[in-house]
């Protein structure tokens, strides 16, 4: 019998995971939004001394790693799980920050979802058992995401008020059977959602649906409502996904307005810094979450946040067939207090 | 609500772009490279060259001014502004060429820079010289060659 199950995707953990430390590298633009005093690394330049930016998205997500080690007071003998994940083609970035690390490695692809989808399975291992410290990771980098999913960043086209850009980022998180919090209580694992939006430029209009449905069954599941939370914040669903999220959310008859935000959002200044619709790609969950939401919780401010991450799981080749952008999303209860 | 309601839905909560703004602002950047391609012209004129060698000639260091913009990160910038008045001017189709060309250096010379370079132009090349054929084809048909 799976005893921590409850309702349809839900799972309640028994004995929940403590976050031990968390760590962010950031590029130069992120280093200028209204988050800036939440991340640990800022870079100057987002080449950061490599000779490509794949590389330097490797550097990032390694050295992301290595501090939230190391702000866990551990060393990287002490984990015995990495889960991580990012955009590029076969998650190229995590293998190889993998095998600079030398820890046991399960690579994930949830595209933008992956900080949840990463933060779901560590804490279902150490939950169960196998485990008694994991590190959960994520990264993405402009340009390297632009160049296999868009343009040339020196050509020179124009971008629609519906597309977001992409973090230059990485965050991780080291969870332990054992700490003094904020743990993570409960995990809703989302199914893919698929309106039939094809628009690469409407990300935010594609997942909002995912969103919704995840969300939505976390309140059937566990019987919370949007009162409950301090805090309710998907991963990338930018302007136009949170328009259609709160404005269905209520139709649903869940009134979100108070408690609602997205990391995308939060994450630019969307005027001042001209990123359009907000911030996307697996860095922008990851170093909102990893940065503002676990500081913000240790200084009390935030008690019990839902981190809902969300991911287009589209593929460059299949846009240019004409089919639609399949979508989901993982949510993630973080308590400050376990009962 | 079902898939077509959903897109529909999803359509109006996209805000408008701005298209009045957009077309002064094409108007005036394609407008601004067309004089700037007249002063050349003229100058070029005034070294002495003849009708052919100075649209030629104009073409070169357009091209030129384009991929130079391009390398030193300035074209993109010119491209948001003026959208379509930044791209169809053959200093566009010069980014287009050099953009992926620059990006893909590191892929080497031979499967990054040359295979990547037609990327973005290639369909105007291919369709640009496919149509160039079919309409040298039909002044053939219709004048007899004369």
Known sequence: ?339 | MNNKEYQKYAERKIPKPTYFKNILYAFVVGGAICVFGQIIRNMLFKFGLDENSVTIATSIILVFVGSFLTGIGIYDKIGKIGGAGAAIPITGFANSIVSPAMEYKREGFIFGVAARMFSIAGPVLVYGVGSSVIVGILYLIFTKGR
């Open chain 1, 1 to 339: 019998m799976a005893e921590k199950r409850i309702g349809l995707q839900t799972v309640k953990l028994s004995n929940p995971p403590s976050i031990l430390g968390t760590a962010t590298v950031v590029g130069p633009k992120e280093g200028e939004g209204p988050l800036k005093d939440y991340f640990d690394i800022i870079l100057e330049d987002d080449m950061w001394g490599q000779e490509s930016f794949e590389k330097s998205e490797v550097k990032i997500q390694e050295e992301a790693i290595k501090q939230a080690i190391f702000n866990a007071n551990l060393s990287s003998k002490d984990i015995e799980y990495l889960f991580s994940g990012d955009l590029l083609n076969q998650i190229i970035t995590s293998s190889f920050t993998a095998r600079q690390l030398n820890i046991p490695y399960f690579g994930l692809y949830g595209a933008c979802s992956t900080m949840t989808e990463s933060l779901s399975l560590g804490a279902m291992i150490i939950d169960g058992g196998f485990a008694d410290k994991v590190v959960c990771a994520t990264s993405s980098h402009f340009s390297s995401a632009e160049r296999q999913f868009r343009f040339p960043l020196e050509y020179g086209s124009q971008r629609p008020f519906s597309a977001q850009w992409t973090v230059t980022g990485a965050g991780a998180t080291v969870l332990a059977s054992s700490g003094n919090g904020p743990y993570i209580t409960y995990i809703t694992t989302g199914k893919v959602v698929d309106f039939g939006i094809k628009d690469a430029n409407n990300m935010g209009g594609a997942m909002a649906p995912a969103a919704i449905d995840t969300i939505s069954q976390h309140f059937k599941d566990t019987g919370y409502s949007p009162d409950d939370y301090d805090l309710i914040i998907t991963g990338d669903l930018g302007l136009v996904g949170k328009r259609i999220l709160l404005d269905l959310m209520k139709k649903e008859g869940y009134d979100l307005s108070k408690v609602y935000s997205d990391c995308g959002i939060k994450i630019f200044d969307g005027v001042e810094q001209d990123t359009h619709a907000g911030g996307s790609g697996c860095g922008c969950a990851a170093v909102v979450f990893n940065g503002y939401i676990y500081k913000e919780m240790l200084k009390k401010n935030l008690n019990k946040v839902l981190l809902v991450a969300t991911g287009a799981l589209h593929s460059p080749i299949i846009t240019l067939q004409g089919e639609s952008i399949p979508c989901i999303a993982h949510a993630v209860t973080i308590d400050n207090l376990i009962d």
